[in-house]
């Protein structure tokens, strides 16, 4: 079945050691997106990649990076996790514009000790 | 940009009762509205939505009114059952925005046995 995938579903690091997540998508999907969720909040975009040209949040911290290799694979890198870091990362992919439906990956929960 | 607000935080009904949640947003240019619903530990999914050239739009159980002078979206929940209790997450997108969403805070409903 097409879907957006997530590895791993949970990631456990130490505070300021780096840690990479990874979303892959056999929908084919122009656009792919990075959003963070804490408890009881809503999804915070971070940034998101419409085809090769990445679109980043102003208030997107400098320590989260993002990369996207090919159409199927996208990296989010947090260079120095810090405490306010643990929560559930989400990628999720829309066909080609924002009013296209949205599929989310499940998510991986990362907690920082 | 673009801002939404969402309410209530909560929602308690009884099975079988109906259930409504309401949002406003700024953006007039908005013209795309979509309903997320999240269940505990689970990703997002797309329950419904609608477009700015409808008033309503219906699906079994499940209704979305948009008043465009006003600037506000309801959803509309008949004959809730315990399957419904989640937390229900309201969207906006305009073309300006280019690809992305912006989601309200969110409302999450309990279904009372």
């Known amino acids: 079945d097409a879907m957006v995938i997530q590895n791993p579903r949970y990631q456990v690091t130490q505070f300021g050691k780096p840690v990479t997540l990874s979303c892959s998508q056999t929908?084919?999907?122009?656009?792919m997106y990075w959003y963070q969720q804490k408890s009881s909040q809503a999804p915070k975009l971070l940034f998101h990649y419409y085809d090769k040209d990445f679109n980043n949040e102003a208030d997107t911290p400098d320590n989260f990076q993002s990369r996207r290799p090919n159409t199927s694979f996208c990296f989010l890198d947090i260079r120095s996790p810090g405490l306010g870091d643990a929560a559930m990362y989400l990628c999720?992919?829309?066909?080609?514009?924002?009013?296209?439906?949205?599929?989310f990956g499940p998510g991986t929960r990362l907690t920082v000790l | 940009g673009e801002n939404v607000e969402q309410h209530p935080s909560t929602l308690s009904v009884q099975e079988g009762d109906s259930a409504v949640i309401k949002c406003t947003y700024s953006d007039s240019a908005s013209n795309y509205f979509p309903w997320y619903k999240q269940e505990l530990g689970k990703r997002p999914q797309l329950i419904i939505d609608?477009?700015?050239?409808?008033g309503e739009k219906k699906d079994q159980r499940i209704a979305v009114t948009l008043n465009k002078t006003a600037k506000h979206f309801s959803l509309h929940i008949t004959e809730t059952q315990p399957e419904d209790s989640a937390v229900y997450f309201c969207?906006?997108?305009?073309?300006?925005?280019?690809?992305?969403?912006?989601f309200g805070s969110g409302t999450r409903l309990s279904i009372r046995p």
């Open positions: 929908l084919n999907h122009n656009v």
């Open positions: 609608i477009r700015s050239n409808v």
């Open positions: 999720a992919t829309s066909r080609d514009r924002a009013a296209d439906e949205q599929f």
């Open positions: 969207a906006a997108s305009t073309a300006s925005s280019a690809s992305k969403i912006i």
